[in-house]
């Protein structure tokens, strides 16, 4: 019995050993050296490759972030990223040997001439990323005569003059604004990794892209990169691979695959009130689909009773005259619910603390509002298709200013609008951009200030439409709508292309936002 257990117990402390020697990395005495001359490595980038690297506020994180964090762990070298680098900024100083080091990076032959790679720790797929509205594909062969977009230094440029002379390639600074230049049909197709595509079109919402096909180029290698005459740090980081995990590796990596990047709001608290609001649109839906089909058994009967009685002339247009009364109750009570779900978006915020998920809330009403009043708009008019803009501009300004009313304040709105009118298909965008412009500047315009001056007019020449918004605030410095990252200007500019047109920001003593459409 005695036996048995220090065997047992032998067995088990040279196993905890093996563990032990196989957790411990051992550098060569060069290795070491090289390590205390260098407590600081500088490192290129691509700043925009979520989930792999991420480079937001000074910090650089990601897939790829966590694995320079168990290389610091490890060796005690402080890796620094070098803010507001390019990748190909990146690959031009790798070139000319002015920084020395590139966390991850595809393997080529061509890169393999000035770099030496570790063994590849992340392969991706890469696809070919069209809009869904786009002709069926196979590969890269059926773009031939079509317009790709490529981020600049990417090494998938290469590869695709190589295989198709013909085609034509257009490049931007990151994958991000490639997809962009698809999705606004700048471009037919964007081939990159397929994660980092993913991570785009479900964070940012691509809506109108998709995933079209593989690509014969298989999945890409990738490795952590040095220049040659960096080479023992190439071993040192290969070894701290080689003692990494394959567990450690799957958790790196699905933690960031799965993770949602929501900055500055309890994402908890978040959730829950949009699971609230779910279920919340969701009734509104049972309810409309529920009345949409009883007024169509309505319809189905009328329409019988118009062909039994075709010639009552009388019946006829008391018929015609019931239709027009059931569209505007509809208009009254899709206004009615919308007007439910303000009513208890309002209720919710009274009982929140968090000043950041109370002005989420408090946009979310405004944007609710803004659709509930085409819909009043409607029923209180003659016309049951079209709503009168001029109408429409002023009860919109009286809402948003009644929630963000400063008695300290004088903010004057001006409102110059031709007696036009839209169809509601526009109706629901326009109100939309208004309601963000407005909230803009009550908000943001005329801080430290006592009074402001707003102004909004539309003229009509021909077919078109010129929109002008100004207010005379404090303007922005970042004049170009796509560089900006806040839902309210993501939201003008997607709402402008559903008018199929793209509204322009500009500083005249204060903001203007101006766009044409038909």
């Known amino acids: 019995?005695?036996?048995?257990?220090?065997?047992?117990?032998?067995?088990?402390?040279?196993?905890f050993g093996m563990i032990n020697v196989q957790?411990?990395?051992?550098?060569?005495?060069?290795?070491?050296?090289?390590?205390?001359d260098h407590?600081?490595?500088n490192f290129g980038y691509e700043s925009n490759w979520p989930p792999y690297e991420i480079y937001t506020n000074g910090e650089y994180s990601g897939i790829v972030g966590d694995y320079v964090k168990l290389i610091e762990k490890d060796t005690g070298i402080d890796m620094k990223p070098i803010p507001g680098i390019t990748w190909d900024e990146t690959i031009s100083k790798l070139k000319s040997g002015d920084i020395h080091v590139v966390?991850?990076?595809?393997?080529?032959?061509?890169?393999?001439?000035?770099?030496?790679?570790?063994?590849?720790?992340?392969?991706?797929?890469?696809?070919?990323i069209t809009r869904k509205?786009?002709?069926?594909?196979?590969?890269?062969?059926?773009?031939e005569d079509k317009t790709l977009c490529l981020p600049k230094g990417y090494y998938t440029i290469d590869m695709v003059k190589n295989d198709f002379p013909r085609m034509k390639i257009i490049t931007t600074n990151s994958v991000k604004d490639c997809l962009l230049e698809v999705s606004t049909s700048r471009a037919d197709a964007f081939v990159g990794s397929l994660s980092v595509v993913s991570y785009y079109i479900n964070t940012i919402g691509f809506a109108n892209l998709k995933i079209a096909s593989s690509t014969h180029y298989g999945y890409t290698q990738m490795g952590f990169a040095v220049t040659k005459d960096w080479a023992i740090f190439n071993g040192i980081v290969q070894k701290i691979f080689d003692n990494i995990s394959k567990e450690k590796h799957n958790e790196i990596k699905s933690s960031w695959i799965a993770v949602r990047y929501d900055h500055g709001v309890d994402e908890g608290k978040v959730k829950t009130y949009v699971l609230y609001a779910l279920g919340i649109v969701v009734l509104l839906l049972i309810s409309l689909y529920i009345w949409n089909t009883t007024l169509r058994k309505q319809i189905r009967i009328r329409k019988k009773a118009e062909f039994d009685l075709s010639n009552s002339l009388e019946l006829i247009s008391q018929q015609n005259s019931e239709k027009e009364i059931l569209l505007k109750e509809i208009h009254h009570r899709v206004k009615n619910n919308l007007q439910i779900v303000y009513s208890l978006l309002n209720m919710q915020s009274r009982e929140i603390k968090n000043e950041d998920v109370l002005m989420v809330l408090s946009e979310g009403k405004t944007r609710i509002k803004a659709m509930s009043l085409v819909h009043q708009v409607l029923y209180q008019s003659d016309n049951l298709s079209e709503v009168n803009i001029n109408k429409?501009?002023?009860s919109l300004k009286k809402s948003v200013a009644s929630i963000y009313f400063n008695e300290k304040k004088d903010i004057k709105v001006?409102?110059?609008?031709?007696?036009?009118?839209?169809?509601?298909?526009?109706?629901?965008?326009?109100?939309?951009?208004?309601?963000?412009?407005?909230?803009n500047s009550y908000k943001h315009a005329f801080v430290n200030r006592v009074s402001g001056e707003i102004s909004i007019s539309i003229t009509k020449n021909q077919n078109m439409y010129s929109f002008v918004y100004k207010d005379n605030g404090v303007g922005l410095k970042n004049l170009n709508i796509l560089d900006h990252k806040t839902l309210g200007m993501r939201l003008i500019s997607r709402l402008s292309n559903q008018l199929n047109t793209q509204a322009t920001l500009k500083n005249e003593n204060g903001i203007a936002v101006k766009f044409n459409f038909k």
């Open 414 to 439: 001006n409102i110059e609008v031709e007696n036009i009118t839209l169809s509601l298909e526009k109706s629901i965008p326009f109100g939309l951009i208004l309601n963000e412009l407005l909230t």
């Open 39 to 41: 407590p600081v490595i």
């Open 103 to 128: 966390p991850i990076a595809g393997i080529t032959d061509e890169r393999k001439e000035y770099l030496k790679f570790t063994d590849p720790y992340i392969s991706d797929p890469l696809v070919i």
């Open 133 to 143: 509205d786009f002709q069926f594909i196979s590969g890269l062969a059926d773009l």
């Open 23 to 36: 957790s411990q990395i051992n550098f060569t005495a060069d290795e070491k050296v090289w390590i205390k």
């Open 1 to 15: 019995m005695n036996i048995k257990k220090s065997t047992l117990l032998f067995i088990t402390i040279f196993l």
């Open 392 to 394: 429409y501009i002023k």
